[in-house]
């Protein structure tokens, strides 16, 4: 089973922007899905994004397109956060991993087998 660690998040001021990574360790994930997720106190868990490790592409969830952005570099993938608002903080998480990458994967968090500890992210107004 792979592991996966976050690390980037932090304090910032509303419109500022933060990178997110994960370091994934274990076996090859590159025929799979690797997933962005959050969780915001008293809220369900949001699948935020996901990039697809085979072709290359990726999805966003209507609340974070145009502002995030998913990228992977080796076992490193990323997510680059900017012009952050006060609802956006949250812990985030990454998780791998899913046969496809879309609204209907990221949706369905129990299908991700691999999560990490998450990474905290607060914004202030």
């Known amino acids: 089973q792979v592991k996966l660690v976050e690390s980037g998040g932090g304090l910032v001021q509303s419109g500022e922007s933060l990178t997110l990574s994960c370091i994934a360790s274990?076996?090859?994930?590159?025929?799979?899905?690797i997933g962005w997720f959050r969780q915001a106190p008293g809220k369900e868990r949001e699948g935020l994004s996901c990039?697809?490790?085979?072709?290359?592409g990726a999805f966003y969830a209507d609340s974070v397109k145009g502002r995030f952005t998913i990228s992977r570099e080796k076992n490193m993938v990323y997510l680059q956060m900017t012009s952050l608002k006060p609802e956006d903080p949250a812990v985030y998480y990454c998780?791998?991993?899913?046969?496809?990458?879309?609204?209907?994967?990221?949706?369905?968090?129990?299908?991700?087998?691999?999560w990490g500890q998450g990474t905290q992210v607060t914004v202030s107004s």
């Open positions: 274990g076996p090859p994930q590159h025929l799979y899905a």
């Open positions: 990039r697809d490790l085979r072709a290359g």
């Open positions: 998780a791998t991993p899913h046969p496809s990458c879309d609204a209907a994967a990221v949706s369905k968090r129990g299908d991700w087998e691999s």
